[in-house]
C-alpha cells in the first residue's frame, strides 16, 4: 500500500511538473490546455491524477462577475449542445467565503467574454452566473440547494440551465435553476476553473467524475406539464384546453378560430378547439431541418405565416415565411440571431428582433425581401414588437428606463436618437410582450415579479396583465391583474387573442418531478 500512494504521488508530481515546463499549451486530462484568466498576481495551477481522474485546481483572481473574470481554468473548445458535470470540493477553510469553483461555457478567452456557468461558492452559495453580451454586467439565477456536491450545467442551443445535488445521482435527478438564455456562436469553449475571490490569494478545488456529454447525450430538458389554458374576457374565467407532460409553448389563434398553433420539441402543431372528441396535436410539415422556437404567427388573412427556427446551417434563431400550411419556406434574415415578433397589418413587414453587434434591437423586413431595417438603437435590450390593429404604432418591451416596461414607436422606427420611442407602462413589475385584442380596445401583456433580469425563466407568481389599449396621446391607465400562475418563457411570445377579440390563450406550466 505504501508503494502504491507513494507511486500514485509521484504520477500526479510527474503531471504538475510536465504542465510547468510546457506551459499553457498542454493537454490535461480531458481538455485541451489551463491557464490564468485575466488579473491574476498570484499564479495559478492544475495537477491531474489520471489514476482517480480528479483535477485539482489552484486560482487566483478577483472575482468572476462584474464586467470581467479572473481565475484559473481547464478548457476545451466544442461545438453543439454540451453538459459538463463534476462532483467539487474546496480544499481548507479558505480566505474568503466567496472563492468559487465553476463549470463554465465562455465565448472565448477574454476577460470579458460572454458566458454561462455554474458557481459553487465557498459557503454554499449556488447559481447561474451569466454574462449576455461581451463586456456587459453579470448576472445570476440562485439555485434553491445550498452546498451542493455535484454540480452541472447545460447548454442546449443557446438556453443554459444548471442541476445541483449529492454525487452519484444521475443529472436529471437533480434540482435544476434556469433556462438562461445566453446567445454563444461555434465553437465555444467549456473549463473548469478556481477563482480565490482575493487576487493576494490563492484557493483549491477539486472537481472528480468530471463528465462531457455532446450532442444528443448532452439534451435532458426541464420536465413540465403544458396546460394550454384560454381566458374568457366577458366570464373572466380560464378552461384549459389540452394538457401534457411535455413542453409545449406559445398558442396563437388561427384566423378562422378553429385552431391553436403552438410550437413543441422544435415542431410546429395545430390544436383544433372547436371539436367535440378531445383535441389532438396536428404536426405542420415544415421539411427537414427546422427546429422551431416559441415565435410565430399568421397573417391577418390567415394565408401566410412566419416563424423563427434554427436549421443546420445556422445555430442561431433565423426568420422564414411560409404558406399557412407550411410550404414554401423562405429565410428572410440571414444575419442571426432573429425572432420574429409580429405583422403589419398589411401583410407587407415583418417585424422581429435582432441581435447586432451584441445587442438586441427592433427591425422590420418587407415580405417581398431586401434588406432589414433597424427600428430602434438606443436601448439596452429591446424585443416583443408588435403592430397596433391600426398600424399606426410598434409597441415593444425594454429596459432602457432600468426595468422592463411597455414602449411604442412609429412603424418606420424611432427616428435620431430614439427621440420618437415613447413609455407606456412604469410599475415595478417587469413587463413583456404586449398584445392588442383584434378590436383595438385592449393590450395584454405577460408581467414578471419585480427585479425578473430577463424573460428566459419559468417561476411562481406571473402575472397576466390587461389593459385599455393606449390612444393617441398616452396617459395614465389603470392595469389590471386577470391571472396569477406558475409561468413565463412560453406562456406567451406572439399575439394569441382570438379573433372575435373575447379570449386569448396561454400557456401554464407545473415542473414534474424527475422520475
Known sequence: MTFFLKARAAAVLLVSATLAQQGTSSPIGVFESHQDLGITPKTGSIEFDSASGEYRVTGGG????????????????????????????????????????????????????????????????????????????????????????????????????????????????????????????????IAIGVCSHDANVLETAVFSNVQIDQGPRARTP??????????????????????????????????????LLVNSNGNLYRLPVNGATPAKLEKIELGNGFRCNNDHDFTRDGKRLA?????????????????????????????????????????????????????????????????????????????????????????????????????????????????????????ELEDWFPHFSPNEKWMVMLSFPKGTAGHDDKMNGMMLRMMRAPGEKLKSTKIQVLSTFFGGQGTINVNSWSPDSKKFAYVVYAPLTAR
Do not use: C
Open 62 to 189: 478577483a472575482n468572476v462577475w462584474g464586467t470581467e473574470d479572473a481565475l484559473h481554468l481547464a478548457w476545451k473548445r466544442i461545438s453543439g449542445d454540451v453538459r459538463i458535470t463534476a462532483d467539487v470540493r474546496f480544499i481548507g477553510a479558505g480566505a474568503v467565503a466567496h472563492r468559487k469553483a465553476v463549470l463554465m461555457v465562455r465565448q472565448d478567452l477574454t476577460p470579458a467574454s460572454a458566458y454561462a456557468d455554474v458557481a459553487l461558492h465557498g459557503d454554499g452559495l449556488t447559481s447561474l452566473q451569466f454574462r449576455s453580451t461581451a463586456g456587459g454586467e453579470t448576472r445570476e439565477i440562485r439555485s434553491a440547494i445550498n452546498g451542493p456536491v455535484r454540480i452541472s450545467i447545460k447548454r442546449r442551443g443557446n438556453q443554459f440551465t444548471i442541476n445541483v445535488g449529492k454525487p452519484g445521482k444521475p443529472d436529471e435527478t437533480l434540482t435544476p435553476a434556469g433556462p438562461q438564455t445566453v446567445d454563444l456562436s461555434d465553437p465555444v469553449y
Open 307 to 427: 416563424f423563427s427556427a434554427s436549421t443546420p446551417t445556422s445555430r442561431q434563431s433565423q426568420v422564414f415565411l411560409a404558406n399557412a400550411d407550411g410550404s414554401g419556406v423562405k429565410l428572410m434574415t440571414p444575419a442571426a440571431p432573429s425572432y420574429f415578433h409580429g405583422w403589419s397589418p398589411d401583410g407587407k413587414w415583418l417585424a422581429f428582433v435582432g441581435r447586432r453587434d451584441n445587442k438586441y434591437d427592433l427591425y422590420r423586413v418587407a415580405v417581398t425581401g431586401g434588406d432589414e431595417q433597424r427600428l430602434t438603437s438606443k436601448g439596452a435590450y429591446d424585443d416583443g414588437p408588435e403592430y397596433s390593429p391600426d398600424g399606426k404604432w410598434i409597441y415593444f418591451n425594454s429596459n432602457r428606463s432600468g426595468g422592463w416596461d411597455i414602449w411604442r414607436i412609429p412603424p418606420e422606427g424611432a427616428g435620431p436618437q430614439d427621440g420618437q420611442a415613447k413609455r407606456v407602462t412604469s410599475d
Open 222 to 259: 426541464a420536465r413540465y406539464r403544458s396546460s394550454i389554458t384560454v381566458y374568457d374576457t366577458k366570464t373572466k374565467s380560464t378552461s384549459v384546453v389540452y394538457s401534457a407532460d411535455e413542453l409545449i409553448e406559445a398558442p396563437n389563434w388561427s384566423r378562422d378560430g378553429k385552431f
